[in-house]
């Protein structure tokens, strides 16, 4: 029997909730407890971390519970609804830390709210995305729906992204504390009923088994696979680099950008941003694909996020009067940004079958299963070399934030420290794309040709 639309509406919007939450926790919480309490940035760098190199080795544990849950409801509702419920209550006590704790309490909530909350999502995100062989029998049927969930979170990754800071304060004027606390219990209320819906409308449909690989399988597989560990590199210091900028950004338009109204300037770069990552995914990449090779368009689309970059950084340093501006680097840099998602992914999946020919085993879900391992791990240190930017231009807000007040930070912001910020959010990630582009063109040997070629061998 196939999947009713009611059944992948409910199972989409359930991705719209989860990546709702994942992205006001992953975009903002460095911005609420450094900038907002005021928090040491170094010590939130090292907290975030920590946490997600603990988070990306708690998957395998998450996954072994699951396989070995038998319920009457099945064996993934009942961890996504526990896992739903206590994430949103983790991430509302998250984003409403007591007025009273100042100094090392805030550290100390910061660190255990944080890693419970990593913890909480793990417990839901790994059944909601194991749970559909149970539910889908085709091949065809199970792309489809995966498609369909991606978009979806896309889609909840794009909205937080986009109005987080504009609600944040139609919410609480200029009180970011009190904005953020009640967008935390907004986004809450919708991600537990948008999973809710998922749970009441999807059943299982048939009994699969949970493959889970330990940390150990997976760096197994990539010592024994040198293209895997090729794209696996390529991969860390793409989204490394990319991830720097946008845990930066913020503070790029708050104190250097500047104006009373900074946040709507933001909002609208974000919406820009968002809207160029999704038409080149969609449009860009199929069109690239007509005329080029997979690799040719992996050095194009490197070479337009670096030219970005470097527009980025000449244009801070003439007056930046109006937010359009920003939008010449931010379409190099945002198109690329769309078009490598879709290119690693296709690459990872070319060093299965090259693995297959090397070692004689297939290491589908290994390999697969890294791809999470490393986004999370340069995510975390992405956000930690933000977080010595900050600490080493001194950038946080230090006035007092009564809900009548309207202030321009940038301009009790040294240029000094405006220059760290720019150079850290521009250049580093210029350095990473680089070393990228230098690994893969020594090492990456797996061409259309070279690819096509492993296939008729396997058939053989």
Not at 37 to 47: E, K, P, R, T
Not at 77 to 101: C, D, E, H, Q, Y
Not at 370 to 375: A, G, P, S
Request: proline content about 2%; aromatic content about 14%.
């Amino acid at each position: 029997m196939r999947l009713t639309m009611k059944e992948k509406a409910s199972y989409g919007l359930g991705a719209v909730g989860k990546d709702m939450v994942y992205m006001l926790s992953a975009s903002y919480v460095l911005y609420y407890f450094q900038d907002v309490l005021g928090v040491s940035a170094f010590a939130m760098g090292v907290i975030l971390l920590v946490a997600r190199i603990f988070d990306a080795f708690n998957d395998p544990i998450m996954g072994v519970i699951v396989a070995k849950t038998n319920t009457k409801w099945g064996k993934f509702r009942p961890w996504l609804m526990i896992g739903t419920i206590t994430n949103a209550v983790i991430l509302v006590l998250m984003f409403s830390a007591p007025p009273k704790l100042d100094g090392k309490g805030l550290v100390a909530y910061a660190a255990v709210t944080y890693i419970l909350w990593g913890v909480t999502y793990t417990m839901m995100d790994i059944p909601y995305w194991s749970m559909i062989p149970a539910f889908t029998k085709s091949g065809k049927e199970r792309e489809g729906l995966t498609t369909l969930a991606r978009s979806c979170a896309g889609v909840g990754s794009a909205l937080v992204t986009i109005f987080t800071m504009k609600i944040v304060h139609a919410i609480g004027g200029n009180n970011e504390r009190l904005g953020f606390l009640w967008l935390s219990v907004i986004v809450a209320a919708l991600f537990m009923v948008f999973i809710a819906a998922t749970c009441f409308a999807v059943k299982e449909k048939s009994t699969v088994n949970v493959e889970s690989p330990s940390v150990g399988q997976m760096f197994k597989a990539l010592v024994s696979n040198d293209q895997a560990m090729v794209v696996v590199i390529a991969i860390v210091l793409i989204n490394t680099s990319i991830y720097v900028t946008s845990n930066l950004v913020i503070y790029f338009f708050k104190y250097d950008f500047g104006g009373t109204e900074w946040y709507n300037s933001y909002t609208l770069f974000n919406m820009f941003g968002g809207a160029i990552q999704i038409l080149a995914m969609m449009v860009a990449y199929p069109l690239l694909r007509k005329f080029f090779s997979n690799v040719k368009i992996f050095y194009i689309t490197l070479a337009s996020a670096i030219i970005g970059y470097v527009v980025l950084f000449a244009i801070a340093f003439i007056n930046m009067s109006s937010v359009y501006i920003l939008f010449i680097p931010g379409f190099f840099i945002f198109a690329a940004n769309g078009v490598l998602q879709v290119l690693t992914t296709v690459f990872l999946a070319n060093t299965v079958d090259y693995g297959e020919l090397k070692n004689g085993r297939r290491d589908e879900s290994v390999i697969f299963s890294m791809q999470t391992f490393v986004v999370k791990l340069a995510s975390g240190i992405a956000v930690f070399a933000a977080s010595i930017c900050l600490t080493l231009n001194h950038l946080s807000n230090e006035e007092t934030t009564e809900a009548e007040q309207v202030i321009d930070f940038a301009k009790d912001v040294s240029n000094s420290a405006k220059m760290g910020l720019r150079m850290t959010m521009t250049i580093l990630p210029v350095i990473g794309l680089f070393i990228a582009i230098v690994v893969f063109a020594k090492k990456f040997i797996l061409t259309e040709e070279k690819v096509q070629e492993i296939t008729e061998q396997l058939k053989k």
